[in-house]
């Protein structure tokens, strides 16, 4: 059976777990390298970015999470996980994992009081998504490999290289599975 | 498209976000960098933190907003600050700056003994303090997007967070076991909507995040308080009025996290130097006691 992890050092894990629950997949928080060798996919959750990024190489996560990126698993970020996932971020030095060729703005639509709910358009959905962004970042620069999935005029808040995702808005606080079911047919082929 | 601000989605869903994670008192821009290099997922800016308020006395108000925005202006985590209770004014000048998060306060001094503020007319999230449940659902029903233990703030001492946190958790646990009709009777005992009663029997837990708060100095006690059901962590004078604040930060930063791994959470104990010193609660007068302030 498909088992996806969650990565637990710090965020709204519960909330993905219980989306993944929703479709029927075993979901699990993950601690440690070993968690990581045991699952066949992977949602890095939002959170505050400096602080999982911080975790992630102290207790030494973020070479497993390359590694096993680099046999195939599929990857899913959110939020402070689209930021953790980023090549570049714009006037910030951060730990990073590297592995989406974008450059990520933090905080690009302000400070708490500019975060929002609207809908947006997603390229394959056959009608617009509810996201919520949350002191979200956007990516710009994408490389030759990236799809952009959804922007918003201030950039992109959905897209995928190969088999890792990135969005800026946090499906798992709204009702629609969508992305979910999106992220599991990319861990299912 | 439209976009819509400040709903309860948003506010509720930044507390969502700073799950797991542990919210630093500071007061410098200094002490701000330093908590945000240690792994803080937010810091709360005041003038004092509250040690150093009981020590001082007097009128404790909101911190100079000068302060607030310079802490601001260094670090790229949410910055929370502090009013006194019912003092909306005060409120809105924090959002008028742009605070991301409010802490109404019985830390600082309480400005209305009988009100609270209004939160649901703000669009920037309001965290409250709450010893029980009874007036962890009040401070909800008022628009509280998160709430904390109050615990006993500026003492370094654990006793009156586990003691909040024990009795929110063990009057969830009762109300499982409810009838509509107990749950009628137990909204008037508790004080508290009876909507928000109906809510956390079906959720099985406050619809809002909860965090401990008030007395927490060491790693063992961050790991204490989320055994004890804890969504995350608030350390005041725990961290600054230590020997070495870097070094205590990163260490419950990581007790926090891996608070369920004893060996994480004893290897990051080790060397820590000297803790807050600390107040036996049997000690404070009546008067001094800060968690009383505002039921």
Not at chain 1, 146 to 156: Q, T
Not at chain 2, 45 to 61: F, M, N, Q, S
Not at chain 2, 202 to 223: R, Y
Not at chain 2, 261 to 267: F, M, N, Q, T
Request: glycine share 10%; with cysteine; charged share 25%.
């Amino acid at each position: 059976m498909m088992k996806v992890g969650i990565l637990a050092l710090q965020g709204n894990v519960s909330e993905h777990i219980y989306m993944l629950k929703r479709l029927g997949v075993e979901a699990v928080p993950v601690k440690t390298p070993l968690d990581i060798m045991n699952i066949n996919g992977l949602i890095i959750p939002g959170g505050e970015s400096t602080t999982i990024g911080r975790l992630m190489e102290r207790f030494d996560l973020a070479n497993s999470i390359k590694n096993r990126a680099a046999e195939g698993m599929p990857i899913y970020g959110t939020c402070a996980g689209m930021i953790l996932l980023s090549k570049r971020i714009r006037d910030h030095e951060q730990p990073s994992l590297a592995l989406l060729d974008v450059t990520v703005l933090r905080n690009a639509f302000g400070r708490q009081g500019d975060s929002m709910e609207t809908d947006i358009d997603i390229k394959g959905f056959d009608s617009p998504f509810h996201a919520i962004f949350i002191r979200a970042p956007v990516a710009v620069e994408p490389g030759p490999e990236v799809e952009v999935l959804a922007s918003v005029p201030e950039g992109i808040v959905f897209l995928r290289e190969k088999k890792i995702i990135a969005s800026s808005f946090h499906p798992e606080l709204g009702e629609d599975l969508k992305v979910h079911k999106y992220f599991l047919d990319i861990i299912g082929n | 498209m439209e976009r819509a601000l400040g709903t309860i989605k948003v506010k509720r869903g930044l507390a969502q976000m700073l799950k797991g994670g542990v919210i630093m008192d500071v007061s410098s821009v200094e002490q701000a960098k330093i908590a945000e290099e240690a792994g803080a997922v937010a810091v709360m800016a005041l003038e004092r933190i509250p040690a150093d308020i009981r020590k001082v006395g007097g009128v404790a108000r909101m911190a100079d907003p000068k302060l607030i925005k310079d802490i601001m202006n260094v670090v790229t985590i949410p910055v929370m600050a502090k009013v006194r209770i019912g003092h909306f004014a005060e409120a809105q000048i924090l959002e008028a700056i742009g605070v991301d998060f409010i802490d109404e306060s019985e830390v600082l001094t309480p400005a209305d003994e009988t009100h609270h503020i209004n939160k649901w007319g703000f669009k920037i999230p309001f965290v409250c303090g709450a010893r029980n449940l009874g007036e962890a659902l009040r401070r909800i029903g008022e628009g509280a997007a998160m709430i904390r233990t109050k615990g006993e703030p500026g003492t370094g001492n654990i006793v009156e967070a586990v003691r909040h946190m024990r009795l929110v958790m063990d009057e969830i646990r009762k109300i499982q076991n409810m009838t509509e009709e107990e749950l009628f009777e137990e909204a008037k005992e508790l004080a508290a909507p009876l909507d928000l009663v109906r809510e956390v029997k079906a959720l099985g837990k406050l619809p809002v995040v909860n965090f401990a708060a008030g007395g927490i100095a060491t790693p063992a006690d961050a790991s204490l308080m989320m055994q004890l059901g804890a969504e995350g962590i608030f350390v005041g004078s725990g961290i600054f009025k230590s020997s070495n604040p870097r070094k205590r930060a990163e260490a419950i930063v990581a007790a926090t996290t891996y608070f369920n791994d004893p060996r994480i959470v004893a290897k990051v104990s080790e060397e820590l130097g000297e803790e807050m010193p600390g107040i036996d609660i049997r000690e404070l007068q009546e008067e001094a006691m800060m968690q009383v302030r505002g039921e």
